[in-house]
């Protein structure tokens, strides 16, 4: 990466952990979900985004089959019979899921037992920490994600073209299980575009797009051998998508 686009992948960084504090739509940052005691399935927060949860999925089931055929037109998979089959059986699998369950033990995570593929278990203080539609759709996009690769990884050559190009860009080990969590974001990052795209409202862009990457916004910033660390996840996430650091940065009235 160019020094210049490296200073503006900074910029938007800023400009997404400054709408983590401004918005009061924002979602919780991991640390500070992390931090916080189990809460009961029946809490009114969890309801709420129980709820919402289950709303979304419909949505952002459709946002993620586009934003997987975009990403296999943009790296070149596309012309691969062998990949087109792969990719439509990932599809069948997305449409497969149907419901979100609530889970207090889960706390902050959210998971898909390959075992049982139609249900994506949630935790309870994730489900309260993700306060807005967007913030949410990027989380059910994540999920969905490792759905649609299955238990046998059937979308490695996309995942692991994706790891080797955020590499590049950042200087930053990005194999293995670090890619398809990055790939995972990245469709999450790509569902919410979308979505924003599609259901123009009042709030600024900014703010909105904000939304699907700030849950990262840490104070603690750790990583492990199969995530990046938080900040680390938002740097890969831009440097994959530059479009997204300019719409992050051009529109930001409400600053
Ligand atoms: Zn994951």
Redesign the pocket.
């Known amino acids: 990466m160019s020094a210049e686009a490296r200073a503006l992948v900074e910029e938007a960084i800023g400009v997404v952990c400054t709408q983590a504090k401004l918005d009061p739509q924002s979602s919780v940052a991991i640390d500070e979900m992390q931090a916080r005691p189990s809460l009961p399935i029946n809490s009114p927060e969890a309801r709420t985004g129980g709820v919402r949860a289950q709303r979304l999925l419909p949505v952002a089931k459709n946002l993620v089959i586009t934003s997987l055929r975009q990403l296999a037109g943009d790296y070149n998979f596309q012309k691969s019979p062998k990949f087109r089959a792969r990719i439509n059986q990932a599809i069948a699998r997305i449409n497969s899921v149907k419901r979100v369950r609530p889970d207090m033990e889960s706390r902050d995570n959210a998971?898909v037992f390959l075992s049982r593929p139609h249900v994506i278990t949630f935790g309870t203080i994730f489900l309260a920490g993700l306060r807005s539609d967007e913030g949410m759709i990027s989380v059910l996009a994540?999920?969905l994600m490792?759905i649609a690769d299955g238990d046998n990884d059937s979308l490695r050559p996309l995942v692991a073209a994706i790891g080797n190009r955020a590499s590049d860009l950042t200087g930053l080990d990005i194999h293995g299980q670090r890619a398809?969590?990055v790939t995972?974001d990245l469709v999450g990052a790509l569902a919410v575009r979308k979505y924003v795209g599609d259901t123009p409202g009042y709030e600024s862009i900014t703010r909105r797009l904000a939304r699907s990457v700030e849950h990262n916004c840490v104070d603690l910033d750790e990583g492990d051998e199969d995530h990046l660390s938080p900040r680390n996840t938002i740097r890969a996430l831009l440097a994959l998508h530059p479009v997204l650091v300019r719409e992050l940065i051009n529109d930001r009235s409400d600053q």
Do not use: F, L, N
């Open positions: 998971s994540h999920e490792h398809e969590e995972c």
